[in-house]
């Protein structure tokens, strides 16, 4: 069993880069499968997800290269295989094969999604936008099976704001006849990457990273070349890293307008914030005061950063709320953070933390990836060896970041341990 080891308490100083974005890099390559040519993409990291899509899409007939960040994808030779199992479960955005090969082949049957455990993760607003726009869908033993004589264009409210849904009908709807309008639509910076790299594939799309999206079908698309978002997720887990166990931390590559709910937070709680064209520069904290914090459809406090936040509450004075109004499970690392000394508890969707409380080391389980990511910051400014298992959540969706914290001068290191067994006679 791989698991990462933490010696804490060591104040980390320097440069950190952010990689391309997950939740971006995770839509772009199935989207990519709707050029009739090759696409590269630039800047994407090298996660488990990519990864898993680069496997699905050569299983689908895509001939891809990947070096240093760089995908190509000759689409050219896809056929609209069904894939019911296997990888598709792997990860939650595989949901996005099925916007992208109903909207190339009019037909496709994917399994149901894999991804973090965060409550309920439906899926009833990609499927309400693929009916509208002409599909037949039906859930076949655990698959969704997808099928339309053609696609026409329609108006598609959303009933909750979702950014899966919004990418998913973009994606099918770039090449079906007339026009499409999706209202209530998300407004993520993700939802405006995949917009303009099918915009430069020929697409005809208006509005993305407003709430109301307007798409005018095309007959056909073609390759192009791509260059990825900064992920603003990752950036500001770097920013809390910053706050929590910094001694003057630049982060690289990050749109400071992408994380302003993040950064307007850790001013509240006294955090100096320097801002540059595409930097961040974070001196040392002290005297952390408490905040609530309530995550938000994009421009709000994001759900993914809830979790790494948490760590930062704990060392600040006083008592936090944090509210997730997205997802209704989102706190598994509360617990584990207990394990190390944190002063937390939850109650439904909140949690409520009490600081500042002195971290110490123990052995903890990531149970999601940005619990994964809070225990990290939480081995960091703890006394003594903090063990983290079931590491693959992390590494879903963080790129290099054992060698991104060493140059930052923290003692973490992958290694690799034998499981213990239990032999009952
Ligand atoms: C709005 C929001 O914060 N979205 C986050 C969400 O995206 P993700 O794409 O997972 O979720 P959505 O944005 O699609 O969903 C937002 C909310 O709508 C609900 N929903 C969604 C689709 C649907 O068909 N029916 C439905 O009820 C979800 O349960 C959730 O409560 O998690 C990702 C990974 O953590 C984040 O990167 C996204 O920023
Ligand atoms: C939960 C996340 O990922 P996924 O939706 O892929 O499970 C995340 O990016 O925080």
Same mark, same amino acid.
């Given at each position: 069993?791989?698991?990462?080891?933490?010696?804490?308490?060591?104040?980390?100083?320097?440069?950190?880069?952010?990689?391309?974005?997950?939740?971006?890099?995770?839509?772009?390559?199935?989207?990519?499968?709707?050029?009739?040519?090759?696409?590269?993409?630039?800047?994407?990291?090298?996660?488990?997800?990519?990864?898993?899509?680069?496997?699905?899409? /050569?299983? !689908? &007939? *895509?001939?891809?290269?990947? +070096?240093? =960040?760089?995908?190509?994808?000759?689409?050219?030779?896809? #056929?609209?295989?069904?894939?019911?199992?296997?990888?598709?479960?792997?990860?939650?955005?595989?949901?996005?094969?099925?916007?992208?090969?109903?909207?190339?082949?009019?037909?496709?049957?994917?399994?149901?999604?894999?991804?973090?455990?965060?409550?309920?993760?439906?899926?009833?607003?990609?499927?309400?936008?693929? /009916?509208? !726009? &002409? *599909?037949?869908?039906?859930? +076949?033993? =655990?698959?969704?099976?997808?099928?339309?004589?053609?696609? #026409?264009?329609?108006?598609?409210?959303?009933?909750?704001?979702?950014?899966?849904?919004?990418?998913?009908?973009?994606?099918?709807?770039?090449?079906?006849?007339?026009?499409?309008?999706?209202?209530?639509?998300?407004?993520?910076?993700?939802?405006?990457?995949?917009?303009?790299?099918?915009?430069?594939?020929?697409?005809?799309?208006? &509005? *993305?990273?407003?709430?109301?999206?307007?798409?005018?079908?095309?007959?056909?698309?073609?390759?192009?070349?791509?260059?990825?978002?900064?992920?603003?997720?990752?950036?500001?887990?770097?920013?809390?890293?910053?706050?929590?166990?910094?001694?003057?931390?630049?982060?690289?590559?990050?749109?400071?307008?992408?994380?302003?709910?993040?950064?307007?937070?850790?001013?509240?709680?006294?955090?100096?914030?320097?801002?540059?064209?595409?930097?961040?520069?974070?001196?040392?904290?002290?005297?952390?005061?408490?905040?609530?914090?309530?995550?938000?459809?994009?421009?709000?406090?994001?759900?993914?950063?809830?979790?790494?936040?948490?760590?930062?509450?704990?060392?600040?004075?006083?008592?936090?709320?944090?509210?997730?109004?997205?997802?209704?499970?989102?706190?598994?690392?509360?617990?584990?953070?207990?394990?190390?000394?944190?002063?937390?508890?939850?109650?439904?969707?909140?949690?409520?933390?009490?600081?500042?409380?002195?971290?110490?080391?123990?052995?903890?389980?990531?149970?999601?990836?940005?619990?994964?990511?809070?225990?990290?910051?939480?081995?960091?400014?703890?006394?003594?060896?903090?063990?983290?298992?079931?590491?693959?959540?992390?590494?879903?969706?963080?790129?290099?970041?054992?060698?991104?914290?060493?140059?930052?001068?923290?003692?973490?290191?992958?290694?690799?341990?034998?499981?213990?067994?239990?032999?009952?006679?």
């Amino acid at each position: 069993m791989e698991v990462y080891k933490i010696n804490g308490a060591k104040r980390l100083h320097g440069t950190i880069k952010v990689s391309g974005a997950k939740n971006s890099a995770v839509a772009l390559i199935p989207a990519s499968l709707l050029a009739n040519s090759p696409v590269t993409i630039e800047g994407l990291p090298e996660i488990l997800d990519v990864w898993t899509l680069k496997e699905i899409l /050569e299983e !689908l &007939g *895509a001939e891809i290269t990947f +070096e240093d =960040g760089t995908m190509t994808i000759d689409p050219t030779n896809v #056929v609209d295989m069904p894939l019911p199992n296997g990888n598709i479960k792997k990860l939650r955005a595989s949901y996005y094969l099925m916007g992208a090969l109903l909207g190339k082949f009019k037909k496709a049957a994917i399994g149901l999604p894999g991804g973090c455990h965060l409550g309920p993760r439906p899926i009833d607003q990609h499927i309400k936008g693929f /009916e509208a !726009l &002409g *599909a037949n869908v039906s859930n +076949e033993h =655990g698959a969704i099976y997808l099928r339309a004589d053609g696609l #026409v264009g329609t108006k598609i409210y959303l009933d909750v704001v979702s950014v899966g849904a919004t990418i998913n009908i973009m994606l099918a709807a770039v090449l079906a006849k007339g026009r499409t309008i999706i209202e209530n639509a998300a407004k993520e910076p993700e939802i405006i990457d995949v917009a303009t790299l099918l915009s430069n594939m020929g697409a005809n799309i208006k &509005g *993305a990273g407003t709430n109301v999206i307007r798409i005018d079908g095309v007959e056909e698309l073609h390759g192009t070349k791509h260059t990825i978002i900064p992920d603003r997720i990752e950036a500001g887990t770097f920013m809390i890293m910053a706050a929590v166990a910094g001694d003057g931390i630049t982060i690289d590559n990050v749109i400071p307008f992408h994380v302003e709910a993040l950064t307007a937070k850790l001013r509240e709680m006294g955090v100096k914030v320097e801002e540059y064209e595409e930097k961040i520069f974070i001196p040392k904290a002290q005297n952390l005061q408490a905040v609530d914090v309530k995550t938000l459809v994009y421009p709000g406090f994001p759900t993914d950063l809830q979790q790494p936040f948490s760590v930062l509450l704990t060392q600040a004075t006083g008592t936090s709320v944090i509210t997730d109004t997205i997802y209704s499970a989102r706190f598994k690392q509360i617990d584990e953070l207990r394990r190390m000394n944190a002063n937390g508890r939850v109650d439904g969707r909140t949690a409520i933390v009490t600081g500042p409380a002195k971290l110490e080391a123990a052995t903890v389980r990531a149970s999601d990836l940005r619990a994964g990511a809070a225990l990290i910051l939480a081995g960091l400014i703890a006394e003594g060896e903090t063990e983290i298992q079931d590491i693959f959540h992390i590494e879903r969706g963080y790129s290099s970041i054992i060698d991104k914290l060493r140059g930052l001068g923290a003692d973490i290191r992958r290694v690799e341990i034998k499981e213990i067994e239990v032999n009952v006679e």
